[in-house]
């Protein structure tokens, strides 16, 4: 464990945080709320308010912890105090700096940890707010570093508090010399209300100048409308004549000299001095707090997109509602068919688009419940005292009508429909996630049967969304076990029958259910937080074992391997396809990454970069199952594509339907007209082989020339029909 630093202005800093009067003091009531806040707000099982002395860290403030102080040496903080910005330890015990830590490796066994200095308005780190838990995180994003110092703006502010309060109890040249170095306006008035003594800060803040101040009545303060209000009370305890707001902190209108209004923040008190009355106020400006403490409310309650009420706040109203056992509906919501608004239109056509949905639930809704946005694109209401499902199913239908009304965004005219899950309570359940989660189901099953209603939650979803779960639960142990395989499918030239590439086909050897098609598991797995992680998998074993067949002789052969939306959201997947190949030693050629609609329609600029840059090592890049979507004719030219694969639902019906024959052929002929390669999927007869030939079509997979296999039987065939051409004749 390295040593902590200390500062070359360590004395200083030491001075500075005595004139707080605080190292020992009982814990202020404020900090210690702003303490729980951070938690609350940032998801932290511990925070606290800690100030880091000569030998020793005192945590002032803090919960989640029983820790009252450390040694220097070890502590966290005494790091923190030595830099400007947020200091982020994702994992400690990873860090070389804390892995040996005893407070990493004892009680209370910190992983994760994240403080921000608490420096004063002179520049001395005092100490710091802390956030630590006992599991390591993957992330502290820019938004939660923001908010944590925003917090230590809160927590500073009641310091500069104290220390004044400090100050006051000296004498009255020190005072005037720690009220001239702080941040906030230090006024001091007589016995008559005039001011006796304005402050450097004071004059930054109200714009009168010392000269000007000095001498005039404490009305400057105040508008004029106010005289005789709270000027009035300022005039009174100057007098002595009133003491209800002496030591307290009250907020009220200032007025500056240019006649701009503000709000601002006063505690005031009085005291004797040279047998005459002294009245003085510490007064700041608290308008950025008002606009900061509004911003966390709002990050706290409500979605930034939609302003409606946020996942946490409908979870709290249906405890409520819950706990006063009234009979409640909750409503699941999904908007049918938003995902092509996005891919079609971009995201700032969806964000306008969900705004639209929110007011119109809102205006739905009405008084009569809540609201809020679940995530995505679905919302959820609500309804309590409300206990008959005829009733539940009106409001559904309601909210329905409401959402499929066409949404105008400038020139756009976006068409939706809407989908509801109803649940009742007490009928479905008596806990927030119960309902949660019996909605979820029934909206669900409303999505299955057709879209466009409403479906009344039964006891037989719940063992749907039970199997749901088992699978997810079955995926992540079959990632730890390496559960998954890879079959290949061989792509062969359709002219000649030779063998040149396989597509990776991915398969779930499930240790009870036996061996498991994609269609068993990959939605699941694509909606998962696994998924980059099982497609990365899939690119390095794939192009080991085309590097691998190449060795023994499969010239020329290349592999096909699909992505997923993950590892384009990921990111870095240009370095790890590199990588990929120099690990392999697969030639890049040899490889060519096939990607879906779903991808190529995000209009992601970071997945054209991402997809220029692996075309431009070599790699090619295959669209899968054109034609089968939204997939318009300027993506073949924004796109650095090498080939289009015809989806298996036309090849099936090319020697029976004149419309499936057609689209192969518009395929193939467009493919040509952009100078791409085609391959067609799906070819089981000769026929179907035949008429491909004869269009145009050059390559071709399907169960006609091998069905999807593993490595050990996929190769053999190929390799001896390569072998018996080679032979020479022996014919006489």
């Given at each position: 464990m390295s040593s902590s630093p200390v500062q070359t202005d360590e004395e200083a800093r030491l001075r500075v945080l005595l004139e707080h009067d605080i190292l020992d003091a009982e814990p202020d009531p404020s900090i210690a709320h702003i303490v729980e806040l951070a938690t609350h707000l940032l998801g932290a099982p511990a925070a606290f308010v800690s100030f880091v002395d000569r030998d020793r860290q005192v945590l002032h403030a803090k919960t989640g912890l029983t820790l009252c102080?450390?040694?220097?040496?070890?502590?966290?903080?005494?790091?923190?105090?030595?830099?400007?910005?947020?200091?982020?330890?994702?994992?400690?015990?990873?860090?070389?700096?804390?892995?040996?830590?005893?407070?990493?490796?004892?009680?209370?066994?910190?992983?994760?940890?994240?403080?921000?200095?608490l420096r004063t308005g002179d520049g001395y780190a005092i100490g710091t707010l802390c956030l630590a838990g006992p599991k390591p995180r993957r992330a502290f994003t820019r938004r939660d570093r923001g908010i944590l110092t925003g917090l230590a703006r809160l927590v500073l502010d009641r310091l500069e508090l104290r220390r004044v309060e400090a100050a006051r109890r000296a004498t009255q040249s020190r005072f005037e010399h720690i009220a001239e170095t702080s941040s906030d306006a230090i006024i001091c008035a007589d016995a008559l209300g005039r001011v006796s003594f304005w402050s450097a800060a004071?004059?930054?803040?109200?714009?009168?100048?010392?000269?000007?101040?000095?001498?005039?009545?404490?009305?400057?303060?105040?508008?004029?409308?106010?005289?005789?209000?709270?000027?009035?009370?300022?005039?009174?305890?100057?007098?002595?004549?009133a003491t209800r707001l002496i030591g307290c902190t009250v907020e009220l209108i200032g007025q500056h000299k240019d006649g701009h209004e503000f709000s601002v923040e006063l505690s005031m008190s009085t005291w004797i001095e040279n047998g005459h009355t002294a009245f003085g106020a510490i007064v700041r400006d608290v308008?950025?707090?008002?606009?900061?403490?509004?911003?966390?409310?709002?990050?706290?309650?409500?979605d930034p997109l939609t302003e409606l009420p946020n996942r946490a706040v409908l979870r709290d109203r249906i405890a409520a509602a819950v706990r006063e056992e009234c009979p409640t509906v909750v409503l699941m919501l999904d908007l049918d068919g938003f995902k092509e608004v996005n891919d079609a239109h971009g995201h700032?056509?969806?964000?306008?688009?969900?705004?639209?949905?929110?007011?119109?639930?809102?205006?739905?809704?009405?008084?009569?419940?809540?609201a809020a946005r679940y995530g995505g694109d679905e919302f959820a209401?609500?309804?309590?005292?409300?206990?008959?499902?005829?009733?539940?199913?009106?409001?559904?239908?309601?909210?329905?009508?409401?959402?499929?009304?066409?949404?105008?965004?400038?020139?756009?005219?976006?068409?939706?429909?809407?989908?509801?899950?109803?649940?009742?309570?007490?009928?479905?359940?008596?806990?927030?996630?119960?309902?949660?989660?019996?909605?979820?189901?029934?909206?669900?099953?409303?999505?299955?049967?057709?879209?466009?209603r409403a479906y009344l939650f039964t006891p037989d979803l719940r063992e749907v969304a039970q199997r749901e779960r088992a699978?997810?639960?079955?995926?992540?142990?079959?990632i730890e076990r390496g559960e998954f395989v890879l079959h290949y499918q061989p792509q062969v030239d359709l002219s000649s029958g030779a063998l040149v590439g396989a597509e990776a086909l991915?398969?779930?050897?499930?240790?009870?259910?036996?061996?498991?098609?994609?269609?068993?598991?990959?939605?699941?797995?694509?909606?998962?937080?696994?998924?980059?992680?099982?497609?990365?998998?899939?690119?390095h074993t794939a192009c080991a074992q085309a590097q691998a067949w190449r060795r023994k002789g499969l010239?020329?052969?290349?592999?096909?391997?699909?992505?997923?939306?993950?590892?384009?959201?990921?990111?870095?997947?240009?370095?790890?396809?590199?990588?990929?190949?120099?690990?392999?030693?697969?030639?890049?050629?040899?490889?060519?990454?096939?990607?879906?609609?779903?991808?190529?329609?995000?209009?992601?600029?970071?997945?054209?970069v991402a997809l220029q840059a692996l075309r431009a090592m070599g790699v090619g890049i295959a669209f899968d199952d054109y034609g089968t979507g939204y997939a318009s004719l300027s993506l073949l030219k924004r796109f650095p594509l090498t080939r289009l694969k015809i989806d298996r639902s036309f090849v099936n019906g090319l020697c029976t339907d004149r419309q499936d024959a057609a689209v192969v052929r518009a395929v193939i002929n467009l493919s040509r007209s952009f100078g791409l390669d085609v391959i067609a999927e799906g070819v089981e007869t000769e026929e179907q082989r035949r008429r491909l030939i004869s269009k145009g079509c050059q390559e071709a997979q399907g169960y006609l020339f091998g069905r999807p296999m593993p490595a050990v039987e996929f190769a053999a065939p190929f390799q001896r029909r390569q072998q018996h051409t080679r032979q020479p004749s022996t014919a006489a």
């Open positions: 102080e450390t040694n220097r040496e070890i502590a966290f903080c005494a790091r923190t105090i030595a830099q400007d910005d947020v200091l982020v330890v994702l994992d400690a015990s990873k860090d070389s700096r804390f892995r040996e830590n005893p407070l990493v490796t004892g009680a209370p066994f910190i992983r994760f940890y994240a403080g921000v200095p004071a004059e930054r803040l109200f714009g009168h100048t010392a000269a000007e101040a000095l001498g005039q009545p404490i009305a400057i303060l105040v508008p004029d409308r106010m005289h005789g209000g709270h000027e009035g009370d300022l005039r009174s305890i100057a007098r002595r004549s308008s950025q707090r008002h606009m900061f403490e509004e911003r966390l409310f709002r990050l706290a309650h409500l700032a056509v969806g964000d306008a688009v969900l705004r639209l949905a929110a007011e119109r639930l809102r205006i739905c809704v009405g008084t009569t419940g809540v209401v609500v309804l309590p005292d409300v206990g008959d499902p005829l009733v539940a199913n009106a409001m559904a239908a309601a909210a329905i009508d409401a959402l499929s009304e066409p949404y105008r965004i400038e020139e756009i005219v976006v068409r939706l429909g809407a989908s509801v899950g109803v649940a009742l309570s007490p009928s479905h359940g008596v806990r927030e996630d119960e309902l949660l989660a019996c909605a979820d189901a029934a909206l669900y099953r409303a999505k299955i049967e057709g879209r466009g699978c997810r639960e079955g995926l992540r142990h079959a991915i398969r779930w050897q499930h240790p009870e259910l036996g061996l498991l098609m994609p269609g068993a598991f990959l939605e699941v797995l694509d909606n998962g937080p696994d998924a980059a992680r099982v497609g990365n998998w899939v690119l010239h020329p052969f290349r592999i096909g391997v699909n992505l997923c939306a993950a590892q384009f959201r990921e990111g870095g997947l240009v370095e790890r396809v590199e990588a990929v190949l120099a690990e392999t030693e697969l030639p890049a050629h040899a490889l060519e990454l096939e990607i879906t609609e779903t991808i190529i329609l995000r209009h992601d600029p970071g997945v054209v």
